[in-house]
């Protein structure tokens, strides 16, 4: 599945470390999900979603 | 407004630092418990009469944990690899120590009671073993065993419990795969006697290997 994590994460001037740390999950994570090797559940698709107060449809992509 | 373009230069996570430093570490640790393991034998041979071989113990032995624990100290602070300083990353850290903890208190008894018999394979020996150390080593491991696969299992994140979990997958197929034809190749005397330990290990090590790939892939 596709995502815009990483260029939402750059607008933030975030690393990959920081954003782990506010979604309490490994930088190993993040990293897989920005690469498409790892789909989030729903329960962290929506705590993507709250921290960057947006829909999680704008987030991630199923038909990319 | 910052583009992809502009954030490239940041270092990105790095599988092949990361593992690195992984086996860097598991490396200087081993060498710490091999040393650890040549000093605590030798003087306790010495201690009960002793020979040649176990002052070469403790001569090779106490240079080895002097040079790597000095090591070990130096960079010890750094086992983050660049993950976040979070509750849940630390009780992860914690965890792997505690685990490693655990091995070295369950492996000493079994040690020292095979250096005591001299028995020739240290550790995966499977000559009987006097009552006590058995007891320890028996108690240590069903004890904290149960603790530490929960605590693992509820400070993972998503990724790596799905890493685990495919690790496990993978170990217990080949168990199931191999469990049988050795036994049934025992039955027909093909094969030696089965050894649980060797079972063991070699699913342990597989399933490790595959949690360690489904992690970085």
Not at chain 1, 6 to 21: C, F, H, M, N, T
Not at chain 1, 28 to 48: M, W
Not at chain 2, 103 to 115: H, K, R, V
Not at chain 2, 169 to 183: E, K, R
């Amino acid at each position: 599945m596709k995502n815009r994590l990483k260029v939402l994460r750059a607008e933030r001037d975030w690393s990959q470390a920081e954003l782990a740390g506010r979604l309490d999950v490994s930088r190993q994570a993040v990293n897989a999900i920005e690469t498409g090797k790892h789909d989030p559940s729903l329960p962290l698709a929506f705590r993507i979603a709250r921290l960057f107060e947006m829909g999680i449809e704008e987030i991630f992509d199923d038909e990319a | 407004m910052t583009t992809p373009d502009q954030f490239e230069e940041e270092a990105e996570f790095s599988h092949t630092r990361y593992w690195l430093h992984l086996i860097g570490w598991s490396v200087l640790l081993t060498v710490v418990l091999i040393g650890g393991i040549l000093v605590g034998v030798g003087l306790k041979n010495l201690l009960n009469g002793g020979d040649t071989s176990d002052i070469l113990f403790v001569v090779i032995g106490t240079p080895i944990v002097a040079v790597s624990g000095y090591f070990c100290w130096r960079w010890f602070p750094d086992f983050t690899m660049g993950e976040p300083h979070t509750a849940r990353g630390n009780r992860i850290r914690w965890l792997l120590v505690a685990v490693v903890g655990v091995g070295i208190a369950t492996a000493f008894p079994i040690i020292l009671s095979d250096s005591e018999q001299r028995a020739t394979e240290i550790l995966f020996s499977n000559g009987p073993m006097p009552f006590w150390p058995a007891i320890t080593a028996i108690s240590i491991w069903a004890i904290a065993m149960p603790f530490l696969i929960l605590f693992g299992r509820r400070n993972s994140d998503e990724h790596g419990r799905a890493a685990g979990d495919f690790g496990m997958m993978v170990g217990f197929q080949v168990f199931g795969y191999a469990a049988p034809i050795w036994w049934m190749g025992w039955r027909a005397e093909v094969f030696p006697q089965p050894d649980v330990m060797i079972l063991f290990i070699v699913t342990g090590v597989i399933s490790s290997i595959a949690t360690l790939w489904k992690r970085s892939s």
